[in-house]
């Protein structure tokens, strides 16, 4: 369909540059066909005898699309994509080349793994790692200047299987969690008509500022957030920025995206200022998992390069300007059953409402058992920025049901069973039963960090430029355990022909009476509640190498063993990758901020030192008079340079020799001095773009 001037909708170009169901069926044999969309729709095992035919297929459909080239696009542990590209031409013995792509080469590819982070699972000389085809997700087209690349999702492993990337535990955390949605279905007599999945729907907050301004700031260039900027008199404080007009240039921008996005068949759905000035959001609609994730990733790269055609630069860091709201990436969780229907929704009769009940417990049980593991999988130098402040969570993992739900929850824990709803009116009841709730049977709750928001949980906690594979991993895993668990004891009644309703009452109210504290539907930001959680025994880890450590815990290693996630090497792996991580981007962030302040501020301040001196001297000689405000600002300005220089010596002893932490406080002192300079010398002497001018003018 095409409009009366001739421009393309929406839906004549949405997923033009992927190989989807929908080409693949121009593109391949019936067999072939039926063959491949079962092993996607159903996470089947895909037929070795059809990869060739594939493989022909997708390289047909690529070389029309303009492909020279193909690559195992995967993510690896650096939290980026990772691309090595090979064309398809081969020598055709005449001089001449043909274009070919075998089923081997579709399937696996062998890029260096020595090179990419591995916590010690292979040695730098080891250098055999292994990409494997996911055909889950879909194959697409990445447009180049002048061509184009044939994509191919992929798993990323060592020469002996054991995990390198984000993909492969998400893939097996998806499979554990599916395998007990199975297992409770058929406990509950539900009709399995599909393989049941995990579903995510992932809102990314990013900002947008003027491209000259990022190219003036060094330490956006490197770091991704500013080291050092004065906050403005006036940034976020009206919230008039919130769900504002959109500017020209930013409209622009957020167009250009939905179409490329779009034509990469990723379903974004909504955009909109953020709060702070210079921020914006945009979310998709929910997804398979596993895909969403891909898009997610893919979606950060577009980003980038659409805003560097619009002059603009994106940043994608948790916290790129101090004083102001964070970027955040809200994990939107839920399930999707054998049945088709979403199994955090609540039903529309007691069966339904049954199994939403079931899940609702599950999922504090998990949270609660393993608030630790949740916590850390959000663990990073750029996060701990933002956590805490500014509409971010804090660190401590509870989770928010809203009234209605909590009323629920207390009725069920004292076991008299459900009579009555907050909502008003009595219950259609099987035995004991969960009301059929509206979808938003209650308010949101801004502050926390794990939210119940009407048929799914939205997790608020993870940061803007992480991979959502890595909560997502935590999730399906923790909550499989808990599902494991009440299915093991639904099977015991089961066998022992008890009644199943009074059964799933009793599993439900012991799981409310032992995890109910980890329940909160307050301000998680005040201080009562910090001493409340402390009470309760919830933990309060604030930093990411305090996170971290909840990943070596017998029981988290145990957990992603039981459930065939990661192995106990490759989490202790993990552990070492992003705590190294961790600390390079402290100590690095410090060198630079001391080589930031000793090379390029100070000289500025001191030449505006010299020049006010000369001013005040010639001044003071013309007119005979004292100018003392004058002489205050020198002598402030003076005191403040040596005060910088001083700083500056602290970090760097502490850069050679010191903690992460003792790098922090001293880089957080040094900041405190520079961005102080920032107010007394004029603004055109200033050598760095100001936090005005970076959020506004654009």
């Given amino acids: 369909m095409t409009t009366e001037n001739g421009r393309k909708t929406v839906p004549d170009y949405y997923g033009e540059n992927v190989f989807g169901l929908k080409i693949m069926r121009n593109y391949l044999s019936e067999k072939a066909y039926k063959s491949l969309s079962e092993a996607i729709k159903n996470n089947g095992a895909l037929d070795p005898s059809i990869a060739d035919e594939v493989a022909e297929a997708m390289k047909n459909w690529a070389v029309s699309k303009g492909a020279t080239h193909y690559t195992h696009w995967f993510q690896p542990l650096t939290g980026l994509t990772a691309e090595k590209h090979d064309s398809f031409i081969e020598l055709d013995n005449e001089g001449g080349v043909i274009l070919e792509f075998s089923g081997s080469a579709l399937i696996q590819g062998e890029p260096d793994a020595s090179s990419f982070p591995s916590g010690g699972l292979r040695a730098t000389f080891e250098a055999r790692g292994y990409t494997g085809w996911d055909p889950t997700s879909p194959a697409f087209i990445k447009e180049g200047p002048q061509g184009a690349t044939l994509c191919i999702p992929t798993y990323f492993v060592g020469w002996h299987g054991e995990a390198l990337d984000k993909k492969t535990p998400l893939l097996r955390s998806m499979k554990a969690i599916s395998k007990q949605i199975t297992r409770l279905a058929k406990i509950l007599n539900i009709k399995i008509s599909q393989s049941p999945f995990a579903?995510?729907?992932?809102?990314?907050?990013?900002?947008?500022?003027?491209?000259?301004?990022?190219?003036?700031?060094?330490?956006?260039?490197?770091?991704?957030?500013?080291?050092?900027?004065?906050?403005?008199?006036?940034?976020?404080?009206?919230?008039?920025?919130?769900?504002g007009a959109i500017k020209d240039r930013v409209i622009a921008f957020m167009e250009d995206l939905d179409r490329e996005m779009w034509r990469l068949g990723a379903p974004l759905k909504t955009r909109h200022n953020e709060v702070a000035p210079g921020q914006y959001e945009v979310a998709p609609i929910f997804e398979n998992q596993n895909i969403a994730v891909d898009h997610n990733m893919l979606t950060m790269e577009v980003m980038q390069k659409v805003a560097k055609r619009h002059g603009l630069a994106c940043l994608l860091h948790e916290k790129p300007f101090a004083g102001v709201n964070g970027s955040g990436k809200h994990c939107n969780w839920s399930v999707t059953g054998p049945d088709g229907k979403n199994w955090l929704s609540p039903g529309a009769n007691p069966h339904?409402?049954?199994?939403?009940?079931?899940?609702?417990?599950?999922?504090?049980?998990?949270?609660?058992?393993?608030?630790?593991?949740?916590?850390?999988?959000?663990?990073?130098?750029?996060?701990?920025?933002?956590?805490g402040s500014h509409e971010a969570p804090p660190a401590i993992v509870s989770v928010y049901l809203g009234d209605q739900l909590n009323d629920i929850i207390e009725q069920i824990e004292k076991g008299s069973g459900i009579k009555s709803s907050k909502n008003g009116g009595t219950l259609e009841v099987g035995v004991d039963s969960l009301p059929n709730l509206p979808r938003h049977a209650s308010d949101r709750n801004r502050t926390s960090p794990f939210a119940f928001t009407g048929s799914k949980f939205e997790f608020r906690a993870v940061g803007s430029a992480m991979n959502l594979s890595g909560a997502n991993v935590v999730l399906n895993t923790i909550v499989a355990d808990a599902l494991d668990e009440i299915c093991g004891k639904l099977e015991d009644a089961k066998k022992a022909d008890k009644n199943m309703n009074k059964a799933v009452q009793n599993i439900l109210q012991d799981i409310i009476k032992k995890h109910k504290r980890v329940i909160f539907n307050g301000d998680n930001y005040t201080e009562e509640w910090v001493k409340e959680a402390k009470k309760r025994g919830l933990p309060n880890l604030k930093t990411t190498p305090e996170a971290l450590k909840a990943t070596l815990e017998p029981a988290v290693l145990a957990l992603c063993e039981k459930h065939g996630v990661l192995t106990k090497k490759e989490m202790m792996s993990r552990y070492e990758v992003y705590l190294e991580a961790y600390e390079t981007i402290i100590k690095y962030e410090a060198g630079l901020a001391a080589d930031m302040a000793k090379t390029t501020i100070l000289p500025a301040a001191m030449k505006y030192q010299i020049e006010l001196a000369e001013?005040?001297?010639?001044?003071?000689?013309?007119?005979?008079?004292?100018?003392?405000?004058?002489?205050?600002?020198l002598k402030e300005l003076s005191l403040k340079t040596e005060e910088a220089l001083s700083a500056i010596g602290e970090?760097?002893?502490?850069?050679?020799?010191?903690?992460?932490?003792?790098?922090?406080?001293?880089?957080?002192?040094?900041?405190?001095?520079?961005?102080?300079?920032?107010?007394?010398?004029?603004?055109?002497?200033?050598?760095?773009?100001?936090?005005?001018?970076?959020?506004?003018?654009?």
Wanted: glycine share 8%; aromatic share 8%.
């Fill in 199 to 243: 579903t995510l729907g992932g809102e990314q907050e990013y900002f947008l500022i003027d491209k000259k301004f990022y190219d003036q700031r060094i330490d956006l260039v490197q770091t991704g957030r500013t080291l050092f900027g004065k906050a403005p008199a006036k940034h976020q404080q009206m919230a008039d920025h919130y769900f």
């Fill in 352 to 387: 339904e409402n049954e199994r939403f009940l079931i899940m609702l417990c599950a999922v504090i049980k998990a949270v609660d058992t393993h608030a630790g593991f949740l916590r850390a999988s959000v663990a990073s130098a750029g996060n701990d920025h933002r956590l």
């Fill in 615 to 633: 001013t005040i001297k010639s001044v003071e000689g013309i007119n005979k008079t004292k100018l003392t405000a004058s002489r205050k600002l």
């Fill in 651 to 698: 970090l760097e002893k502490s850069i050679a020799g010191g903690s992460a932490k003792d790098m922090k406080d001293n880089a957080a002192g040094l900041r405190k001095i520079i961005d102080a300079m920032e107010g007394l010398v004029p603004a055109e002497d200033w050598p760095l773009p100001s936090y005005a001018e970076m959020l506004f003018m654009m």
